[in-house]
């Protein structure tokens, strides 16, 4: 089956740090990645779509300037939390879309957990 | 705007006995639907999905969605229940439609409590 890798699986650091985050489809090529964010025991909040090549499309009250995305290939996508402060603390999955059909469900990374100290 | 909505928080079942995780969605069209379990810091994983066909579907380890039009329903069941399904469940519409980009919608997620 379809497999993505998110790495890494959990990060610590400081405030004021930016950390980076990245989803890859290992046997498939992801032409659209989601990036979402959950907070404990909650639904997952989708940030951005971002499509190979182009510029991401966030979510309305998403920051731009904050969670970098960058998807370069059609297997990696990248988020990039810039100068990270407590309340960015949570759990970060991002899944991926191998076909250009809506019958085919989202495979999705076994996501991130970010501390920020 | 579609949507999903799980009305229960938590759903508590003995071991051996049937289990029912209600979804109930709002679309425009015809509703693409998926269940979805998380288990404790993990990602997502596909259970089942209802795109068009037989109301009754089968999905991965012994569960079973029911898709009723009438009732704008999806609910997820399992004859027997087992503790090693206890999880997170989630339902989830997929947005589609010119301009709309296929994201998964998600509903509030019900916690699986299965009691030996």
């Known amino acids: 089956g379809a497999v993505v890798s998110q790495h890494p699986s959990w990060v610590i650091c400081k405030s004021g740090t930016s950390v980076k985050i990245e989803c890859r489809s290992l046997?498939?090529?992801?032409?659209?990645m989601f990036w979402y964010r959950q907070f404990p025991k909650q639904s997952l909040m989708l940030m951005a779509t971002?499509?190979?090549?182009?510029?991401?499309?966030?979510e309305q009250g998403v920051e731009k300037d904050k969670f970098l995305i960058n998807h370069a290939s059609l297997t990696l996508s990248t988020l990039t939390v810039t100068s990270a402060h407590p309340e960015d603390s949570s759990f970060y999955i991002c899944s991926a879309a191998g076909q250009a059909s809506y019958n085919s469900p989202l495979h999705f990374g076994n996501g991130t957990r970010l501390t920020v100290t | 705007a579609q949507s999903v909505a799980q009305p229960e928080d938590q759903v508590n079942v003995a071991e051996g006995n049937p289990l029912t995780v209600k979804c109930t969605y709002s679309?425009?069209?015809?509703?693409?639907l998926f269940w979805y379990v998380q288990y404790p810091n993990r990602g997502l994983q596909f259970l089942l999905k209802?795109?068009?066909?037989?109301?009754l579907v089968k999905g991965s380890y012994g569960f079973e969605a029911e898709f009723n039009k009438s009732q704008t329903s999806f609910h997820l069941k399992k004859p027997s229940a087992l503790v090693s399904d206890s999880a997170l469940y989630f339902c989830a519409v997929r947005d589609i439609g010119s301009g709309n980009t296929g994201k998964l919608i998600f509903g509030q997620g019900t916690t699986l409590q299965v009691k030996p």
């Open positions: 046997d498939f090529q992801a032409t659209t």
């Open positions: 971002s499509n190979e090549g182009s510029k991401a499309t966030y």
């Open positions: 209802y795109i068009t066909g037989d109301n």
């Open positions: 679309v425009s069209g015809n509703p693409y």
